[in-house]
């Protein structure tokens, strides 16, 4: 009886353990298939928010994703740190962009607010063409980041295309009323960590950008472009400016440094002709 007992039990151990591995596949293959359907309807949802999904897809496959900052605890001047994620924020901010305090300028930006505060007594500009604004709206880009009403330089050039009268004479109502509305003088900031500082509790450790909305730069754009064919026209312009102008070639700066940089004979002797005077060159 009792060899039928011991008999039977491990018959019925293994009955069990059949059972159990086959539940155990079927557990496994019903999970496989699961996690299968989620993939699959993650794509599916992902692809519909993101027209070229493969973009980021090639981006994180070649470590090319750019790393999210983190903004962590700070050190104040005093030696303290910063409590909680506002006081960083506040701290943060007040470094990037500080408060503009008339009595903190020198005498000549004093000067400069003074005098931007006379009234003028010259001619109007004239008027913004539909070309200039066109030219302008069309150099913003497809690609670039937006501001804080997150229009892309793509829908401003569409819009444009369809109502260029109406757009024209939106900046001609700013350039009248010498007037540039408040939204537009907001900026997305963000800060950029420096390489080699990620572990620094010091605020320098930031770079920050600001991202403007289109519609600011494309009046900066035209008012810009107004300025410069204005001061080149009545030749204000030194002519031994280079930088930042359009349009002008460097042959003049290469021949005024051709005799800098060409050796001359020294009271210790002579030397090579061909010898670079590096620190007046460059």
Known sequence: MRIDAGTKGQEAAKDYDVIAEHYNKKLKSCTRQKIKNAKIQSWKEYCNMNPYPWNEVYRLAAGKRKNITQITTLRKPDGSLTADLNETLKYTLEQ??????????????????????????????????????????????????????????????????????????????????????????????????????????DVSKFRPISLLNVGKKVLEKVLINGINYHVVSQDFMNVHQYGFTPQKRHNRRGDRNKGICQGKPSSRGNYSPNKLRRKRCF
């Open 96 to 201: 990037f962009a500080p408060e503009d305090n008339y009595n903190n300028d020198s005498d000549t930006h004093k000067q400069a607010t003074m005098l931007s505060q006379e009234p003028v007594d010259t001619e109007d500009d004239k008027d913004f063409t539909v070309g200039e604004i066109r030219n302008a709206v069309a150099s913003m880009g497809y690609k670039k980041a937006t501001g804080e009403d997150g229009i892309t330089g793509k829908i401003y050039i569409s819009a444009h295309d369809i109502l260029p009268n109406y757009i024209t004479a939106l900046y001609n109502g700013c350039l009248r009323r010498e007037f540039v509305p408040k939204k537009w003088k907001r900026a997305k900031l963000i800060p950029i960590t420096k390489t080699g500082k990620e572990n620094s509790d």
